[in-house]
């Protein structure tokens, strides 16, 4: 088909074209760079924690009793809650993983090692039931022994001989290998180094934003030295629900101490997560609402060129043109339009990426992004378009040419 009665007929309405090819632009360069942040926001959320997600739930607790004996209390916790039916393991803590709250430190591998050359990395009180409780596979080493567990208060602070580290700290530690018997150091104020027992597959630490978020340790305490305890309980498959109104109902029935949160830890993550669920959907509802916007105006700009043009299309009607050679016609006329809209969209979404990475730094858009985003748009107002094509088509020759 020639393309210049198509470019003809196309500047004889250049405006309301050159408005849907700039709304092609803007939708172009939004879309890429929105469906680019959704992914890397959606694939941020769904990093593994580590944890047994599904089947683990949370309890913090705080006590106000000031005769209440913390210690002897945290000890039949601990042994009701791991002898309760349907618990596979559980501890308390100073805090939770992926929890937005909790303790960071620095191992060095040496004493006199410079301080821009330790190693950061989140680390969690456990006992001999934290990899159970936790869900974590020991891949080299030892668990804690019941003789290495201490406890952990305000007056009392030591710090531990023995510890277990994931195999992201290992491996930031000692990169060639064998962390297992190797001695690290808190600071050059340490008074005696730390031997690193056992490495664990994988656990987040409690800051999803860390740069290290996969550096973490299990440090053998009970720890009474914060106000609040984290119990982290893992139910057998199945059995999660249950658990949790059990745990609520004992956890709520000693006057001294209240029951603070109860959550099953999907809701914990969740919870953390939220600004960053928030604008998953945000963004997802800018790329739908952008598309359709453009969609519609894309079938208002060709109905209404079809109801203008009905006089010139009953005459190529009656000179011998098929419906497909209309409807070819209306669909080029449309490519065209979305082509220079796409054109000037590709450098839209270029500028735009370099604009929020340089002001918010959200990371540069790979530009396998545009030709996606091209052929995307491409088949969008093919779609759109194919309505009006077909009405103009359908236009009968002898109505078309008829006198007003």
Not at 132 to 142: C, D, I
Not at 247 to 276: C, N, P
Request: proline share 4%.
């Amino acid at each position: 088909m020639a393309i210049r009665p198509i470019l003809s007929a196309l500047s004889r309405n250049a405006t309301g074209a050159l408005l849907i090819a700039l709304q092609i632009a803007l939708t172009m360069a939004i879309i890429t760079n929105a469906t680019f942040i959704l992914r890397e926001r959606t694939a941020y959320i769904e990093r593994p924690s580590g944890l047994d997600e599904e089947n683990t739930l949370v309890a913090v607790t705080t006590d106000f009793a000031a005769d209440l004996d913390s210690r002897a209390l945290l000890a039949r916790d601990l042994d009701h809650l791991n002898a309760m039916p349907g618990v596979r393991a559980a501890i308390v803590s100073h805090s939770v993983p992926v929890s937005g709250s909790g303790n960071g430190e620095t191992y060095q591998v040496a004493r006199d090692t410079p301080s821009n050359e330790a190693v950061s990395f989140g680390n969690f009180s456990a006992d001999e039931n934290g990899l159970e409780a936790l869900g974590l596979e020991l891949v080299a080493g030892r668990n804690f022994r019941p003789e290495e567990i201490r406890w952990r208060t305000l007056e009392s602070h030591e710090n531990q001989s023995v510890v277990l580290v994931s195999q992201a700290l290992a491996d930031a530690l000692f990169p060639d290998g064998n962390a297992v018997g190797q001695l690290v150091w808190e600071g050059p104020t340490a008074e005696s180094p730390t031997e690193i027992i056992g490495v664990y597959d994988e656990m987040q630490n409690a800051w999803p934003t860390s740069s290290n978020v996969d550096r973490t340790s299990l440090q053998p305490f009970r720890d009474l030295s914060t106000q609040y305890r984290h119990f982290i309980i893992r139910a057998e498959p199945g059995q999660r629900d249950r658990v949790l109104s059990e745990v609520e109902q004992y956890l709520g029935e000693e006057r001294g101490r209240m029951l603070y949160v109860i959550r099953t830890y999907e809701e914990q993550k969740r919870r953390t997560y939220a600004q960053d669920i928030a604008m998953v959907r945000l963004l997802t509802g800018v790329v739908v609402v952008l598309g359709t916007i453009t969609a519609f105006g894309i079938v208002g700009l060709a109905w209404f060129s079809v109801t203008q043009r009905r006089k010139q299309i009953g005459t190529r009607r009656a000179l011998g043109a098929r419906k497909r050679d209309v409807m070819a016609h209306f669909m080029i006329e449309n490519w065209l339009i979305t082509t220079l809209g796409l054109i000037l969209g590709t450098a839209g979404a270029l500028a735009l990426n370099w604009f929020l990475d340089t002001e918010y730094q959200v990371g540069r858009m790979p530009l396998w992004y545009l030709p996606a985003g091209v052929l995307a748009l491409w088949v969008l107002g093919q779609l759109a378009v194919l309505a009006p094509a077909r009405r103009a088509a359908a236009v009968p020759p002898a109505l078309a040419t008829r006198s007003v």
